[in-house]
């Protein structure tokens, strides 16, 4: 099989709708983006854009059409997460020190639940665990501590928090995507941590340290099972580890470099990756300074340019969501703008009587199962247990969280 035809689905990306963020006489930064899997009302699922007017944008996935803007943080948003199990829940974050959870289903001028930390948190980055139990959002650094916080996500109960692992603020927050106690953190002291959050310590919670020996940018897992973790530095390093083993797979240093020297393509930053499922591949996403998107796929020995996007954006991209089950990729950037990029055609989709919110302005591994994978799968089972030995955490102002 030829390269071309190998990465066919990925060739077969198109422009497809685009609309401006915000209001027309602002410029509008898209910081970061996601979107819900499926839809519970059966209609169109929802892309959640966050905004620099410290305000979550939502539009049908399908149609980009306005669905509704949130806003309630008073300060810089940080984040926003949809939730796994119950997509009508969307989480955000921000730099006030709260994370807030709106229902969709209903015309909210506020929050139904508000998350707060600890006096003098400045949440940078979050996340919601695969079963919508454990909420966990990362600080900005106060002094030489920067914490992890941890929230019971049904009753906004805190349950802890974790602050001997990084010294700098934390950039990522990403639990695994089907083992709920199994958490990976990154920051820009140049560590990757990863946690089982099952354990009733800090110390017994952390399986692995990871060193990228520069600043975090991006982190998330990959692979079949989402065994290893991929990360992507402020120097435009990539670097994919085996979580299981903490060992290095593939490293690349300044992928700039490296393209230019081939010829291949002109990177100026990378903008984030995304696994393939279909194709069993990490595709790492470049950008130039003039909105160009080239897609990249990364081997042991070099990285591959696959092909270059059409030219949709006109500054610099800063995130992307990309959907395995349709096969498409929304991009949002500087230039205010939110593309998405289809690959499979949408199959027909049913009548619906199911109305949706206006507005809401207001708002592969080896028989033997190994250490960390046994902890991960046994942590994964109950996340019951998860919640309660968390529900027994000390939060203290000097030292980590600790089990009473």
Same mark, same amino acid.
């Given at each position: 099989?030829?390269?071309?035809?190998?990465?066919?689905?990925?060739?077969?990306?198109?422009?497809?709708?685009?609309?401006?963020? /915000?209001?027309?006489?602002?410029?509008?930064?898209?910081?970061?983006?996601?979107?819900?899997?499926?839809?519970?009302?059966?209609?169109?699922?929802?892309?959640?854009?966050?905004?620099?007017?410290?305000?979550?944008? *939502?539009?049908?996935?399908?149609?980009?059409?306005?669905? /509704?803007?949130?806003?309630?943080? =008073?300060?810089?948003?940080?984040?926003?997460?949809?939730?796994?199990?119950?997509?009508?829940?969307?989480?955000?974050?921000?730099?006030?020190?709260?994370?807030?959870?709106? $229902?969709?289903?209903?015309?909210?001028?506020?929050?139904?639940?508000?998350?707060?930390?600890?006096?003098?948190?400045?949440?940078?980055?979050? $996340?919601?665990?695969?079963?919508?139990?454990?909420?966990?959002?990362?600080?900005?650094?106060?002094?030489?501590?920067?914490?992890?916080?941890?929230?019971?996500?049904?009753?906004?109960?805190?349950?802890?928090?974790?602050?001997?692992?990084?010294?700098?603020?934390?950039?990522?927050?990403?639990?695994?995507?089907?083992?709920?106690?199994?958490?990976?953190? /990154?920051?820009?002291?140049?560590?990757?941590?990863?946690?089982?959050?099952?354990?009733?310590?800090?110390?017994?919670?952390?399986?692995?340290?990871?060193?990228?020996?520069?600043?975090?940018?991006?982190?998330?897992?990959?692979?079949?099972?989402?065994?290893?973790?991929?990360?992507?530095?402020?120097?435009?390093?990539?670097?994919?580890?085996?979580?299981?083993?903490?060992?290095?797979?593939?490293?690349?240093?300044? *992928?700039?470099?490296?393209?230019?020297?081939? $010829?291949?393509?002109?990177?100026?930053?990378?903008?984030?990756?995304?696994?393939?499922?279909?194709?069993?591949?990490? *595709?790492?996403?470049?950008?130039?300074?003039?909105?160009?998107?080239?897609?990249?796929?990364?081997?042991?020995?070099?990285?591959?340019?696959?092909?270059?996007?059409?030219?949709?954006?006109?500054?610099?991209?800063?995130?992307?969501?990309?959907?395995?089950? =349709?096969?498409?990729?929304?991009?949002?950037?500087?230039?205010?703008?939110?593309?998405?990029?289809?690959?499979?055609?949408?199959?027909?989709?049913?009548?619906?009587?199911?109305?949706?919110?206006? =507005?809401?302005?207001?708002?592969?591994?080896?028989?033997?199962?190994?250490?960390?994978?046994?902890?991960?799968?046994?942590?994964?089972?109950?996340?019951?247990?998860?919640?309660?030995?968390?529900?027994?955490?000390?939060?203290?102002?000097?030292?980590?969280?600790?089990?009473?």
């Amino acid at each position: 099989m030829t390269t071309s035809n190998y990465f066919e689905s990925l060739t077969k990306l198109k422009l497809g709708r685009q609309t401006t963020v /915000g209001p027309d006489n602002q410029e509008t930064y898209i910081t970061e983006l996601d979107a819900q899997s499926t839809s519970l009302c059966g209609g169109d699922p929802l892309v959640a854009a966050v905004c620099s007017d410290s305000a979550v944008h *939502v539009y049908s996935k399908g149609t980009l059409l306005p669905i /509704g803007t949130f806003q309630g943080h =008073s300060d810089t948003l940080s984040g926003a997460r949809f939730g796994k199990r119950n997509p009508n829940l969307l989480f955000t974050s921000s730099k006030d020190g709260t994370v807030r959870c709106w $229902d969709m289903r209903t015309k909210r001028t506020r929050a139904s639940q508000v998350y707060t930390g600890i006096e003098g948190n400045m949440f940078t980055s979050f $996340d919601v665990s695969c079963n919508d139990s454990i909420l966990c959002a990362g600080t900005q650094a106060q002094g030489d501590d920067a914490y992890l916080i941890f929230w019971d996500c049904r009753s906004t109960n805190l349950l802890g928090a974790y602050k001997e692992s990084h010294s700098d603020d934390i950039t990522q927050v990403k639990f695994h995507p089907t083992k709920p106690a199994s958490l990976a953190t /990154g920051s820009t002291d140049g560590l990757v941590c990863v946690f089982d959050i099952s354990q009733s310590s800090e110390e017994d919670a952390l399986v692995t340290t990871l060193n990228s020996e520069s600043s975090v940018s991006r982190i998330g897992w990959c692979g079949s099972n989402s065994e290893y973790l991929y990360c992507l530095t402020h120097t435009e390093t990539i670097l994919i580890w085996d979580a299981v083993e903490s060992s290095v797979l593939t490293r690349f240093d300044d *992928v700039r470099e490296k393209l230019a020297e081939g $010829d291949q393509c002109k990177v100026d930053y990378l903008v984030d990756c995304f696994y393939h499922s279909p194709l069993k591949s990490l *595709v790492v996403v470049g950008g130039s300074f003039t909105g160009d998107l080239n897609l990249l796929t990364v081997g042991r020995e070099r990285v591959h340019k696959v092909r270059s996007l059409p030219t949709a954006h006109s500054g610099v991209v800063r995130c992307l969501h990309w959907d395995n089950k =349709s096969e498409s990729l929304i991009t949002g950037g500087e230039d205010s703008m939110l593309t998405i990029w289809p690959g499979k055609e949408p199959r027909p989709r049913p009548t619906s009587t199911a109305t949706t919110p206006t =507005s809401a302005t207001t708002p592969t591994n080896p028989p033997r199962m190994r250490r960390a994978e046994k902890r991960g799968a046994n942590a994964g089972d109950d996340h019951t247990e998860v919640t309660k030995r968390m529900q027994r955490m000390k939060v203290n102002h000097t030292r980590s969280a600790t089990v009473k």
